[in-house]
């Protein structure tokens, strides 16, 4: 964790005072900000001992009500801190932030300070950062978005780590430290437990590979037991060759990120962990590997689900959606009241939205609303797309009950979004489909290129992190 706390004063001395448009500055100062924001909403000068701090970043007052805003605007300053290698940082949050700015405040802070050093040696410390608050109900808003932050850079790391060293057994250990860590239950269901229940999805995409797969769920009773049961399911498949239908080299480069669901919803469970707030929520954690072997999944094969569906293969590289057909038929097995998977699953969704919006799928208008309302409030844009009924024909099989793959082309997310919708049945569901969204192609204000930690925060609210 990046060394970021709160207080209700700033700290002296400390090398960079970061400030938000409105504070008093000397006029010198005041007027190398302005100069500055006429090219950009931040600002970074030598004080030149007309403040006790060395360095001064000036930021422009942010829409407060746009969390996304708010959030990349204290990113850069966290951006420009690093920029300059100050040690050591006091931001002065302003009294007209509203407490619901708290999130965006702190999870901007945090992603902007985040640096992924573990195979090399860092250029320089990562500051120590002071959040100075104007109230106590800011403070409580913030230690919660502290929370969120942590399991945002969890996230990232993971998705950051090679393959080689984030496969399904690490990930089983990752969640089983999260799960000693914040006081949840875990249980493990094994290859030989898989094939006991029927998971036939699951195993079919992992048997290929001598990293066994597994299902992990994580158990947080917030509420009596009769009570409802939130359940989220990451897709974790820890490397993507595509199968027998091989990714061509470029597009498999990247593809230690095809678990980013699953490290996703294990970011979420340590937030929730960490506030222990009044819901009963299962994490579901579906971790397989897909290789290439004499025992590949084929082409043309026809498998079977926990819930008994018969699915014929299309296409081995749709496997994303084979692991989340077993875990979402299991969390409604367990009883679940409503269901979210999250999952990098398909190119069709940086066609369709690119890198802004992440595709929204379901099948219930309440829960759907819900999703879309923790999602703003998170500062993570979703766009919810149709499901009329001629998109369901589109992954009819003529030889099982459903098909993995849809027409071509068409309407891809659509194909793996409902495709995975069937094994919620009439159980309220939702999809985030976080493929593009999950990797930053190049730097910015909220981090370097990399992992995102992206649904983190939204899969907390929803739980009521």
Request: hydrophobic content about 45%; some cysteine; aromatic content about 4%.
């Given at each position: 964790m ?20 409105g504070?008093p ?5 005041r ?7 006429a ?54 949050v302003p ?13 901007g802070?945090?992603r ?14 990562l ?25 945002i ?18 990930l089983e250990?990752e ?9 949840l239950?875990c ?17 079919a ?21 009769r ?5 989220f ?8 060759t ?48 897909n ?21 014929e ?6 496997e ?21 998977d999250?999952a990098?699953?398909t ?8 890198r ?70 009439t159980?309220p ?9 999950s990797?930053a ?6 981090g ?6 992206v ?11």
């Amino acid at each position: 964790m990046s060394r970021l706390r709160l207080a209700r004063r700033a700290p002296v001395p400390v090398e960079a005072l970061v400030v938000v448009e409105g504070h008093p500055l000397p006029l010198a100062l005041r007027r190398e900000v302005l100069r500055q924001w006429a090219r950009g909403p931040v600002a970074v000068t030598a004080t030149l001992d007309r403040l006790p701090q060395p360095l001064l970043v000036a930021l422009r007052s942010p829409d407060w009500d746009d969390p996304v805003a708010t959030a990349r605007r204290f990113g850069g300053a966290a951006r420009a801190l690093l920029a300059e290698r100050a040690l050591s940082a006091a931001v002065l949050v302003p009294d007209e932030a509203p407490d619901d700015a708290a999130e965006a405040i702190l999870t901007g802070l945090s992603r902007g300070l985040y640096r992924f050093d573990r195979y090399r040696e860092p250029v320089a410390p990562l500051p120590a950062v002071t959040v100075a608050v104007p109230r106590r109900t800011f403070e409580s808003a913030g230690r919660r978005a502290l929370d969120v932050a942590r399991g945002i850079r969890l996230a990232r790391d993971l998705v950051n780590t090679p393959a080689e060293e984030m496969g399904p057994d690490e990930l089983e250990a990752e969640a089983r430290r999260v799960a000693r860590q914040v006081g949840l239950s875990c249980r493990v269901h094994d290859r030989a437990r898989l094939r006991r229940m029927g998971a036939g999805a699951l195993l079919a995409v992992g048997r290929a590979s001598p990293r066994a797969p597994r299902m992990v769920v994580l158990e947080h009773r917030g509420a009596p037991k009769r009570g409802d049961w939130l359940a989220f399911a990451g897709k974790g498949i820890c490397f993507d060759t595509g199968g027998l239908n091989l990714k061509p080299g470029d597009r498999m480069a990247l593809m230690k990120k095809d678990m980013a669901g699953a490290a996703a919803v294990l970011g979420a469970a340590l937030a929730v962990g960490r506030q222990r707030p009044k819901r009963n929520v299962r994490f579901y954690l579906a971790l397989a590997e897909n290789s290439v072997a004499g025992n590949a999944l084929r082409p043309g094969d026809v498998i079977r689900a926990l819930d008994g569906t018969t699915i014929e293969i299309g296409n081995t590289d749709a496997e994303g959606r084979l692991v989340l057909a077993d875990a979402v038929a299991l969390a409604v097995r367990d009883g679940a009241s409503r269901v979210l998977d999250v999952a990098t699953l398909t190119g069709a969704a940086l066609v369709a939205l690119g890198r802004v919006r992440i595709p929204l799928v379901g099948n219930d208008e309440a829960w759907l609303s819900e999703v879309e309302r923790a999602a703003a409030r998170a500062g993570e844009r979703v766009w919810r797309f149709p499901t009329d009924p001629e998109y369901r024909d589109a992954i009819r099989s003529k030889i099982a009950t459903i098909r993995n793959t849809g027409r071509g082309t068409e309407a891809g997310v659509l194909a793996g979004g409902l495709f995975i919708g069937h094994f919620a049945g009439t159980t309220p569901w939702a999809h985030l489909d976080i493929s593009p969204a999950s990797w930053a192609e190049t730097a910015g204000d909220l981090g370097p290129e990399g992992a995102t930690g992206v649904t983190v925060a939204t899969l907390a609210r929803l739980a009521g992190a």
